[in-house]
């Protein structure tokens, strides 16, 4: 099982910055991904970006050039920074990770941190 306890989020006014963090434990030693997806009311949850323990970061076309994902993998922790900020980012933002163990991938979300923007 792997934990993941998210901490940053919280009211910023348009054009703002915030920065998102999620601290992994448990059995972090085979995960891959880790990321962000956010889900704001109404609408499906989504894609904001990843990163893998090897590879390049993805990000939602809506958030390029605006946020940056990190890692350190030493701390077992993701980032978001999240710059320019606008009110369609007002949404939920969960923290997420994916490990495989013998051919068989788990998927693990946090609780969520509520980002709003105002504008």
């Known amino acids: 099982q792997v934990q993941l306890v998210e901490s940053g989020g919280g009211l910023v006014q348009s054009g703002g910055s915030l920065r998102l963090s999620c601290a992994a434990s448990g059995s972090i030693f085979s995960i891959n991904t880790m990321g962000w997806y956010r889900q704001a009311p109404g609408k499906q949850r989504e894609l904001v970006a990843v990163i893998t323990s090897g590879g390049g970061p993805n990000y939602a076309d809506s958030v390029k050039g605006r946020f940056t994902i990190s890692r350190d993998n030493a701390k077992n922790t993701v980032y978001l920074q999240m710059n320019s900020l606008k009110p369609e980012d007002t949404a939920v933002y969960y923290c997420?990770?994916?490990?495989?163990?013998?051919?068989?991938?788990?998927?693990?979300w946090g609780q969520g941190t509520q980002v709003t923007v105002s504008s």
């Open positions: 997420y990770a994916d490990r495989a163990t013998w051919g068989i991938s788990y998927n693990y």
